[in-house]
């Protein structure tokens, strides 16, 4: 979704401000602009489509040391030059950039206009612009505040003023904003990859705070102009782990470093004397853990099904009963808080606006919320009541790959915890954390293989439609498997637990629908090896993803490709792998932009 970048210090701005953008590209965008304080002017130079297109299109030189920056990506008003931010007030003497999105927009520029207020853009954004300057007195902190105590909906907003030569004002409701300290310069931006190349040093802002920067200090207020201390956190992150490193795609480099990162998810967290998951951030104490009767969790996309494969594996693990849902469904739907329930709000980026929404609905009526992130510092996990970081390390590519199973790593510790602390005896879990702890070497085994899923993607490319099946604790890996072909071949392709096809799906089947069974060698097999034959039974192509040795399935199916034997319980780790892969190269086949793909945006702070 939508970038910020704000720069307010002794160096040229513009570089710094579209390099910031460039690093926040991997959001997903559609225009991009910047405005730079030059000559005591405000100079905007903005345009529909890539920062490359924004960078060919500006001067040789651009003057001037304070700026912002945008990445649009539409929401109200078509993509074009004049719809990208920065937006101006008719003077051109204010400018702003805004994330989120004005619900009382319409109202309020209905009132501007008939004061006299000029607009040019079809955005909710450009509304800001005006009312600002009809607020302006000299101190645009001041009309920052009474501007956005007008405002209805969400916003992260930085604003500049052409007579303030050494000031930002930045806000924030609902849309990440965060202050990067920096010597003798200050920045503000709406994710920490923008500015992580100057400063690790970084003060999250919350909901109702302002942000008063110049380039050698800043102040926190609230609306009401009362202070508010702010923490100095500091950023854990490597430049280099937001580059690809010689790598074609980010998303190639994120699953290839999944057996690092699901090791780095469960180092530390192992209590070998008690046979234990050890999860220091969840914030509650033994008793309150051995009263938990339910959990629930709720996410959205990539991360819902991991919290499918969680609650599986809850249930069977540790015999606690639980459910998935969708956070987008669960937060309209006035939801029943039971006692003695946990939530868990899973989410990568730790802003996914339906997620968020949902968590702060359930806290509202007395959950209990614990996060499951992977960007620390990002707001669910602040206003979460626990929860537990997976340290994937940033995850650039659009397509989630290598926080998904870091977040199945975290539902496999926190079920083994809650296991041992019920009926689970200490053999048992020295043999799941045995398992567990084997994971990475056989993702890396899975990765070894890849080339044999280059031909088999260019094979079935030309498909139209697919078809992802799988049963039981692999079922939500089939609907991942989908969800990733989807997303960046743009084939169409749906998921389903194999049983289901023959309620509807099966109708789908010929020659020209393929579809990719997951098979493995549990109780499950030989009712997934039927389905099987039934699909090929009508003239459709069957692609399985089977256990090594297994050559009944590889007999039926049309192509085969082959995982290392585990436990039952771990194949989803290893089952996802060659799905992502099968997802990349169908994409690279297909000339698609993998890490970008079309309309997707990898935050999705917007409901
Ligand atoms: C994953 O490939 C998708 N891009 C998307 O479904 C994503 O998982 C979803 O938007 C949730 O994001 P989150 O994990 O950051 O909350």
Same mark, same amino acid.
């Given at each position: 979704?939508?970038?910020?970048?704000?720069?307010?210090?002794?160096?040229?701005?513009?570089?710094?401000?579209?390099?910031?953008?460039?690093?926040?590209?991997?959001?997903?965008?559609?225009?991009?602009?910047?405005?730079?304080?030059?000559?005591?002017?405000?100079?905007?130079?903005?345009?529909?489509?890539?920062?490359?297109?924004?960078?060919?299109?500006?001067?040789?030189?651009?003057?001037?040391?304070?700026?912002?920056?945008?990445?649009?990506?539409?929401?109200?008003?078509?993509?074009?030059?004049?719809?990208?931010?920065?937006?101006?007030?008719?003077?051109?003497?204010?400018?702003?950039?805004?994330?989120?999105?004005?619900?009382?927009?319409?109202?309020?520029?209905?009132?501007?206009?008939?004061?006299?207020?000029?607009?040019?853009?079809?955005?909710?954004?450009?509304?800001?612009?005006?009312?600002?300057?009809?607020?302006?007195?000299?101190?645009?902190?001041?009309?920052?505040?009474?501007?956005?105590? @007008?405002?209805?909906?969400?916003?992260? /907003?930085? =604003?500049?003023?052409?007579?303030?030569?050494?000031? +930002? #004002? &930045? *806000?924030?409701?609902?849309?990440?904003?965060?202050?990067?300290?920096?010597?003798?310069?200050?920045?503000?931006?709406?994710?920490?990859?923008?500015?992580?190349?100057?400063?690790?040093?970084?003060?999250?802002?919350?909901?109702?705070?302002?942000?008063?920067?110049?380039?050698?200090?800043?102040?926190?207020?609230?609306?009401?102009?009362?202070?508010?201390?702010?923490?100095?956190?500091?950023?854990?992150?490597?430049?280099?782990?937001?580059?690809?490193?010689?790598?074609?795609?980010?998303?190639?480099?994120?699953?290839?470093?999944?057996?690092?990162?699901?090791?780095?998810?469960?180092?530390?967290?192992?209590?070998?004397?008690?046979?234990?998951?050890?999860?220091?951030?969840?914030?509650?104490?033994?008793?309150?853990? @051995?009263?938990?009767?339910?959990?629930? /969790?709720? =996410?959205?996309?990539?991360?819902?099904?991991?919290? +499918? #494969? &969680? *609650?599986?594996?809850?249930?069977?693990?540790?015999?606690?009963?639980?459910?998935?849902?969708?956070?987008?469904?669960?937060?309209?739907?006035?939801?029943?808080?039971?006692?003695?329930?946990?939530?868990?709000?899973?989410?990568?980026?730790?802003?996914?606006?339906?997620?968020?929404?949902?968590?702060?609905?359930?806290?509202?009526?007395?959950?209990?919320?614990?996060?499951?992130?992977?960007?620390?510092?990002?707001?669910?996990?602040?206003?979460?009541?626990?929860?537990?970081?997976?340290?994937?390390?940033?995850?650039?590519?659009?397509?989630?790959?290598?926080?998904?199973?870091?977040?199945?790593?975290?539902?496999?510790?926190?079920?083994?915890?809650?296991?041992?602390?019920?009926?689970?005896?200490?053999?048992?879990? @020295?043999?799941?954390?045995?398992?567990?702890?084997?994971?990475?070497?056989?993702?890396?085994?899975?990765?070894?293989?890849?080339?044999?899923?280059?031909?088999?993607?260019?094979?079935?490319?030309?498909?139209?439609?697919?078809?992802?099946?799988?049963?039981?604790?692999?079922?939500?890996?089939?609907?991942?498997?989908?969800?990733?072909?989807?997303?960046?071949?743009?084939?169409?392709?749906?998921?389903?637990?194999?049983?289901?096809?023959?309620?509807?799906?099966?109708?789908?089947?010929?020659?020209?629908?393929?579809?990719?069974?997951?098979?493995?060698?549990?109780?499950?097999?030989?009712?997934?090896?039927?389905?099987?034959?039934?699909?090929?039974?009508?003239?459709?192509?069957?692609?399985?993803?089977?256990?090594?040795?297994?050559?009944?399935?590889?007999?039926?199916?049309?192509?085969?490709?082959?995982?290392?034997?585990?436990?039952?319980?771990?194949?989803?780790?290893?089952?996802?792998?060659?799905?992502?892969?099968?997802?990349?190269?169908?994409?690279?086949?297909?000339?698609?932009?993998?890490?970008?793909?079309?309309?997707?945006?990898?935050?999705?702070?917007?409901?």
């Amino acid at each position: 979704m939508c970038g910020i970048i704000g720069y307010c210090g002794p160096r040229p701005a513009a570089e710094i401000l579209v390099e910031g953008l460039k690093r926040l590209e991997y959001r997903g965008y559609d225009s991009a602009g910047i405005c730079v304080r030059s000559g005591g002017a405000l100079r905007v130079h903005k345009r529909k489509g890539k920062i490359k297109d924004l960078r060919a299109a500006l001067p040789d030189r651009v003057d001037g040391e304070l700026g912002i920056g945008h990445t649009r990506w539409a929401t109200h008003g078509e993509v074009n030059d004049v719809n990208a931010h920065p937006h101006t007030d008719a003077t051109g003497r204010i400018a702003i950039v805004h994330n989120g999105i004005i619900e009382n927009y319409a109202a309020l520029r209905e009132k501007l206009a008939e004061e006299g207020y000029r607009f040019v853009s079809e955005t909710d954004s450009e509304v800001i612009a005006h009312l600002l300057a009809s607020l302006y007195d000299g101190d645009l902190e001041r009309a920052v505040k009474q501007a956005v105590s @007008l405002l209805k909906g969400t916003y992260g /907003i930085v =604003a500049m003023h052409a007579d303030e030569p050494d000031r +930002l #004002v &930045g *806000a924030r409701n609902g849309s990440p904003l965060v202050l990067g300290i920096g010597d003798e310069e200050m920045f503000l931006a709406s994710d920490v990859t923008a500015i992580v190349a100057h400063t690790k040093q970084v003060v999250y802002l919350e909901d109702g705070e302002v942000v008063s920067i110049t380039s050698a200090d800043y102040h926190t207020t609230d609306l009401r102009d009362r202070p508010v201390d702010k923490k100095i956190e500091f950023i854990s992150w490597e430049l280099e782990e937001i580059e690809k490193e010689g790598y074609a795609h980010f998303m190639e480099k994120e699953i290839l470093e999944q057996p690092e990162s699901i090791r780095r998810a469960i180092q530390g967290r192992l209590d070998m004397e008690y046979a234990t998951g050890h999860l220091g951030g969840l914030n509650m104490s033994r008793q309150e853990l @051995l009263n938990v009767e339910r959990v629930k /969790i709720i =996410a959205a996309g990539t991360s819902f099904y991991a919290g +499918l #494969v &969680g *609650a599986y594996l809850l249930e069977s693990v540790a015999r606690i009963p639980a459910t998935a849902e969708l956070a987008s469904e669960l937060r309209y739907r006035n939801p029943v808080v039971e006692r003695n329930t946990v939530y868990f709000a899973v989410s990568q980026s730790g802003e996914t606006a339906d997620t968020l929404y949902a968590m702060r609905e359930l806290q509202r009526k007395g959950a209990r919320v614990l996060g499951i992130c992977n960007v620390v510092g990002s707001t669910i996990p602040r206003e979460s009541d626990g929860g537990v970081y997976i340290h994937s390390g940033p995850e650039i590519a659009v397509a989630s790959t290598k926080a998904f199973t870091s977040q199945l790593t975290a539902f496999y510790l926190f079920a083994l915890m809650m296991a041992r602390m019920r009926h689970m005896g200490i053999e048992s879990g @020295l043999s799941f954390i045995h398992d567990l702890e084997g994971v990475p070497a056989l993702v890396s085994e899975v990765l070894s293989r890849r080339d044999a899923l280059v031909p088999l993607a260019r094979t079935y490319a030309g498909a139209g439609n697919f078809l992802f099946l799988g049963r039981g604790i692999n079922y939500p890996v089939a609907l991942e498997g989908a969800l990733k072909l989807k997303e960046i071949s743009y084939i169409h392709a749906e998921g389903y637990s194999a049983a289901e096809i023959k309620h509807g799906p099966i109708a789908l089947i010929n020659e020209t629908t393929p579809s990719l069974f997951l098979v493995t060698d549990d109780g499950l097999r030989d009712k997934v090896i039927s389905n099987m034959k039934e699909v090929k039974a009508r003239a459709g192509k069957v692609i399985a993803i089977a256990v090594d040795g297994d050559d009944e399935v590889d007999r039926i199916a049309d192509d085969t490709f082959f995982i290392p034997k585990t436990h039952e319980l771990m194949y989803p780790f290893l089952m996802v792998v060659p799905l992502q892969l099968f997802a990349y190269y169908s994409a690279i086949e297909l000339g698609r932009n993998v890490d970008q793909p079309r309309n997707l945006a990898k935050s999705v702070t917007v409901e």
